[in-house]
C-alpha cells in the first residue's frame, strides 16, 4: 500500500500547476517574436513609401587642355575634370567624404584629386571641377611611342580611379553608408582637346 501512494503522489506532481518560470520565459519568447514581425513589417513599408537611392559619383564633363611630349620623353598635359555627385533620394540628404581620385597615364600618375566632406539635398547633385596640371612626366620609350601613336590616331586615354563615401538617412530605418568606387578611362582628341563621352558612374560596395 504505501508503495502504491507513493507513485500516486508522483503523477499528480507531474501534471500539477506549470512552473511561473516557465510561464515567463515563454511570455519573453513571444514579445520578442512580435517585436521581430512588428519591425520586418515598419523596414519593408519603410522601404516601400521612401525607395531609397544610393546617391553617386559620375564624370559628366572634361577636356584636355594641354597635351605636350618632346624627343627627351618628356609629358606635359592639363586636364578639366567635372566629376558630378548626386543624391537621387526625395526624402533624404546625402553626405559624400574621404573623396580621392587618381588621374594617371599608362602607369605615370598624374594628379591625386581630393574634396572636403559636403552635403548633397535630396533630389539634387553637387558639381567638382578640378583642373589637373602636370609637372613634365618622364615617359618610356614604349610610351613615347604610345603618344606618339595617339597623335596619329587623334585618341588618347588618360585612367581614372578613386572613390568617395556616401551616407545619408533614410526615415525609421537609420542611417545607411556605401563605398562608391570609380574605374574609368577618359579619352580625348588630342588635336582640338574634345572628350569622348563615355559612361563613367560609380559602383557602390
Request: with cysteine.
Amino acid at each position: 500500500m504505501a508503495t502504491t501512494k507513493f507513485k500516486r503522489k508522483l503523477v499528480m506532481g507531474a501534471n500539477g500547476p506549470t512552473n511561473p518560470l516557465v510561464w515567463l520565459v515563454a511570455i519573453i519568447c513571444t514579445i520578442i517574436a512580435v517585436a521581430v514581425v512588428v519591425i520586418g513589417i515598419t523596414v519593408f513599408i519603410g522601404y516601400i513609401v521612401i525607395h531609397p537611392r544610393v546617391p553617386v559619383i559620375s564624370v559628366t564633363n572634361a577636356h584636355l587642355d594641354l597635351l605636350r611630349n618632346d624627343y627627351a620623353g618628356l609629358l606635359q598635359t592639363q586636364l578639366t575634370i567635372v566629376v558630378t555627385a548626386k543624391n537621387g533620394n526625395a526624402k533624404a540628404h546625402a553626405t559624400f567624404s574621404d573623396i580621392t581620385f587618381n588621374v594617371s597615364y599608362n602607369g605615370q600618375d598624374i594628379a591625386v584629386l581630393v574634396a572636403n566632406p559636403f552635403e548633397v539635398p535630396k533630389n539634387s547633385s553637387k558639381d567638382l571641377n578640378y583642373l589637373v596640371q602636370s609637372s613634365s612626366i618622364p615617359l618610356s620609350p614604349d610610351q613615347m611611342e604610345q603618344v606618339d601613336d595617339a597623335w596619329k590616331r587623334n585618341e588618347i586615354q588618360f585612367d581614372f580611379k578613386g572613390a568617395a563615401r556616401t551616407q545619408w538617412r533614410v526615415g525609421p530605418l537609420g542611417s545607411v553608408k556605401f563605398l562608391c568606387r570609380l574605374d574609368c578611362d577618359l579619352k580625348f582628341r588630342p588635336m582640338n582637346g574634345t572628350y569622348i563621352p563615355s559612361r563613367c558612374t560609380s559602383k557602390s560596395k
